[in-house]
């Protein structure tokens, strides 16, 4: 089946900085999702990007399809922005996302 | 409008018990999906309820089960409770796919 890969792990920054991230796949998908988790375990849908750039405040998100890869961007980062982002995608061909699967995601720790 | 809401938000069972859990997704949404969150683990996919119906589900045993009731809420069912039950249950819903948005969990404790 699919792999989904997330790399770093691990990021500790200071709050003020950018970051980026990175999610590798192993096969060609028709949609993509980045989340991210708090600390208290919710989770958030960050983007749906198949493919292209969105933006939304200080975070975007590009989807090279081509490539087999998608990158988060956060800039300014907050300590708010804390918590585990995961990058998603379906495990079939369809266009409903019926099975996702997950990466094993990046844990952020923006220090204040 | 509300968002997908999950009960309860904790619960401790012992091994060998039951556990019911219960999702109710955004209005108008058709399709429930159930993850377990594992210490230490990602997210695994468990099961896609649609229209009523079980349409596809992860590498769990018989153990974990469910339904979808016809107002579009589901429940898991987990039954003779192991240890590594122990987890954070994520249910998701999404109308005919595109986004799936997630509710705040329950977390299962097993002793």
């Known amino acids: 089946g699919i792999q989904v890969e997330q790399s770093p792990p691990d990021l500790i920054l200071q709050e003020g900085a950018n970051s980026t991230l990175r999610c590798n796949f192993s096969?060609?998908?028709?949609?993509l999702q980045w989340f991210h988790q708090n600390p208290w375990g919710q989770l958030i849908n960050l983007f749906y990007i198949p493919s292209g750039t969105k933006q939304n405040g200080r975070l975007s998100a590009t989807t090279v399809a081509t490539e087999r890869y998608s990158l988060l961007y956060i800039s300014s980062s907050q300590t708010t922005d804390s918590g585990v982002y995961f990058c998603a995608v379906p495990s079939g061909k369809m266009n409903r996302d019926d099975k996702i699967i997950f990466g094993k995601g990046t844990r952020l720790h923006i220090l204040p | 409008e509300a968002g997908v809401t999950q009960s309860p938000t904790h619960l401790i069972k012992t091994r060998g018990q039951q556990a019911t859990l219960r999702c109710s997704p955004i209005s108008g949404h058709t399709s429930v999906y159930w993850y377990q969150q594992a210490l230490g683990l990602g997210l695994q996919f468990l099961l896609w309820?649609?229209?009523?119906?079980?349409?596809n589900r992860g590498n769990f045993p018989p153990r974990f089960s469910g339904r979808q009731f016809p107002n579009y809420s589901s429940e898991l069912n987990v039954n003779a409770l192991e240890l590594e039950d122990s987890a954070l249950y994520l249910c998701?819903?999404?109308?005919?796919?595109?986004?799936?948005?997630f509710g705040p969990g329950t977390r299962l404790t097993v002793l």
């Open positions: 998701a819903s999404s109308l005919r796919g595109v986004t799936q948005y």
């Open positions: 309820y649609d229209e009523g119906e079980e349409r």
């Open positions: 096969d060609s998908v028709n949609n």
